[in-house]
């Protein structure tokens, strides 16, 4: 049971997936944490991998999919897996459903979290951190105290309306037509609301899997 997690960034993609992984009996699977495990065991694709980074160059596709598959194939990976981040671009859903034929496997369910534009920038521009000590913290103006150590809390960059608008944007040219590839080739997509509290949108996130006939463990 293979499933893509999709939604603009923001949209909480991150915080649900242990969440949904562990109802499922699945791992996660995130690039960056493949990427660094491949390039620590010194795997064939890891050496490759490393020898892009060491010169300061993005890994390409074709790399990050070889390390996909050397993953997938391992037994922890074999009764599926819940792949976040992993499909951001069309080029990257071709390549992983070529990884997962070639294990014998398919994407059996897109999990799509759905959240308005404005929404998210509400939600993302109400993050400030603590500059000293790190702290995150929703709803606290920039430049108030942090609870923690006293220190001042700001806004990271990233989280600028500006900025997260950007983000908006590359999802839309690049990430959202990885949707109707899915569609077009009969894929199971499911939406879910992804307003709401962290355990209610995980809830939501479970019936709709079950929609398509994927069951938490034991349920
Ligand atoms: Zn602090």
Redesign the pocket.
Known sequence: MDIVLFGKPGAGKGTQAPRIAAALGVPTVATGDVLRAAVRAGTPMGLAAKAYMDRGDLVPDDVILGIMKEALAKPDFSAGSLLDGVVRTTPQAEGMTRVLTELGRRIDAVLMFDIDDEELVQRLSGRTV?E????PYTGRAAGST?D????TLMRRKDDEPEAIRNRLGVYQRQTAPVLDWYKQRGTGIVTVDAVGSVDDVTQRALAALGTLGIRANGK
Do not use: I
């Open positions: 603590c000293n000590c790190q702290t942090c923690n150590c006293g220190g």
